[in-house]
């Protein structure tokens, strides 16, 4: 602890002498980065792929960093203490990443102008405060692709999260996908309420799959769902890491959050010291989704998904590309135009075919 | 060779000051041993655990914010308690104070005068009150069971507080994500001193401390409850009206685990979020018979347990220790501490084989 207190001091000074630019990397003092996550970190699901992020900055960056990491943070009023006591620590980039750490990593971040910050999946962002998230839609939109594929009743299934934008841009996706290449299909949605609950989550697969779902998504952390389509002789998709192993026989692909690269880049960004803050979105071109598709794809279809993410990676196609109505049949998005992150960020609306009522 | 336990027949005074010593010198000695076994230096990491977290007044400070919840509802189980009123239901009566101090909060967003922040707290208070009451509406009309009715409150209460928080006291501007808006400065818990998250409750929880005292020790309602948990009958015969008692009991628990919830969010959280609480409800049952139900015991055992969730992530943090080992070391000191009460009861008698061979062979000399 001595040695904690004594660093920040330490480092005032040798700023305060002007020295800070030689003599901070001549002192060789790592860079010290740490991570608030929502789970455990053997969740395999969103908290693990953060952890493997952690580690390839650890490989990549080695002696310029010292990382730690602190688990099953609630997201309640424990946030907030964690989130500055690694500020006061000494730690010079800090990423939270769960919804529910925005307002403490936003009051943290005011108090501590000097640290870094970064917030995934939220919107509210400052000069030392970035937020990053993954464009999961891509992903949805080409495991909706194989289901339009793979399905033989019609219906898939949705075990979802929370209503927020992220998760209704993720169903919108899959409906999309399967107008264009199955219509007819619709999307089953049962709600969980949770992001880790594997008997919710598991409860929910079944009750989809007794409506006749024959490929089963996930918007939920755990491999319960996968293990209930794998037991039940059904597809799944599955999401957060790749889950494959959860499910041989059911896996079709997993969309996996790699969040290792934006933590790479973002890393030797404050190293070098040209960081700015920003609103980053990374999909499929930025590495940030991987989606490995296993060989339960027929090959033809697996050479037309990958032309699909090829499409995606170079701009040619984005799925959410107009005319896209919602529900009651107003048009959101003109005929031709892209959807801006802005629009993708509000998301609030059904597209027209999904037959499920959102909730309020 | 047998180690059996003999009843003292009364409670023994020396083991009741050394039994917390002897369980803190074994939650020393193993958990040492276990840090070893793993690799770290014993003495530093007992120190990363349980003195580094209060190296500066902010560590104090985060100290208290954190025990705060705890010791409120634990000290309104207490009473409970003594009574032998079993009420599990405190984390649902405190969700419940906090989602109705919330409702309150986000109807009073505009107002600037002090009054909100007490039409708050009373708003939280009550509704946890209110829910207790249902608990103590059941036993006394229907005579059910207040265990089972408490612990499946709190699974109605959770989900009562999930339907508000997406639904009705959404923040609007929120994007749709499952938060209210911030409240107004006005309905917020006053901070103490500048740095660090310290606020008001802290008075409202030292207040409490002192009236569950005087109400437990020195008041005749006080009496009532003990002799009520004590023995019921003896209770009857005198004229104490039993209904009446489980009626307060429940109604003050559930008033204190309310205002611990509306404390959460007008106090640190500045907001509704679906989780309010990390379980309090749950650690303070487990705090109140650490404190042997009495008022100072329990602040004493809430601060101990805040203490260990501090350090556990503090050891996260300084030394990569992983959760699971922090958690190990507080279910150790827990165990110990529970364990070693044993003790005020019961002598431990080691009966050793050799020794009664000799007596007998000396018999037959």
Partial sequence: MQNNTRKPLLRALVAALGFSAVLGAAAADPLKVGFVYIGPIGDHGWTYQHEQGRQLVMEKLGAQVETSYVENVPEGADAERVIRNM??????????????????????????PKVTFEHATGYK???????YLSRSYEGRYVGGFLAARMTKSKKIGYVASFPIPEVIRDINAIQLALDKYNPGSEIKVVWVNSWFDPGK???????????????VFQHTDSPAPIQTAERRGVYSVGYASDMAHFGPKAVLTSIVNDWGPHYVKSTQAVLDGNWASQDFWGGLAEDTIQLPISDLVPAAVKTEAQQIIADIKSGKFHPFTGPIKDQSGALKIAAGVVASNTDLASMNYYVENVKAELPK | MLLSLEPRGQQSRAMLWLSPLLAALLTLASGSLLFALLGHDPLDTLHTLLVAPLADWYGVSELLVKALPILLCALGLAVAYQARIWNIGAEGQLLLGALAGSAMALQLLDWDSRWALLWVVAAGTAA???WA?????LRTVFNA???????????????????FVHGPLKDPAGFNFPESAMFGDASRLPLLGDDGRLHAGLYLALLTLAAVWVLLHRSFLGFQIKVLGLDRRAAGFVGFREKRLVWFALLLSGALAGLAGVGEVAGPIGQLVPQVSP?????????????????LGILAASLLMALLYLGGEHAQMAMNLPQAITQLFQGLMLFFLLACDVLILYRPRLQLNWGRRSALKQVVA
Avoid: C, H
Wanted: net charge negative.
């Fill in chain 1, 201 to 215: 989550e598991s409860d929910a697969a079944n009750a989809l799959i007794d409506q006749g779902v024959d490929v």
């Fill in chain 2, 145 to 163: 069971n207040e265990i089972l009715t408490s612990i499946m409150l709190n699974y109605i209460a959770l989900n009562l507080l999930l339907f």
């Fill in chain 2, 133 to 137: 009451g249902l608990s103590a509406w």
């Fill in chain 2, 279 to 295: 379980g309090y409800g749950y650690a303070a049952i487990t705090v109140a018979f650490l404190g042997r139900l009495n008022p």
């Fill in chain 2, 128 to 130: 946890g009150a209110a």
């Fill in chain 1, 125 to 131: 962002q400052a000069n030392n405060l970035a937020t």
């Fill in chain 1, 87 to 112: 500020a006061k620590g000494g730690f010079d980039l800090i990423f939270t990443t769960s919804f529910g750490y925005m307002n403490p990593t936003l009051k943290v971040a005011k108090q501590f």
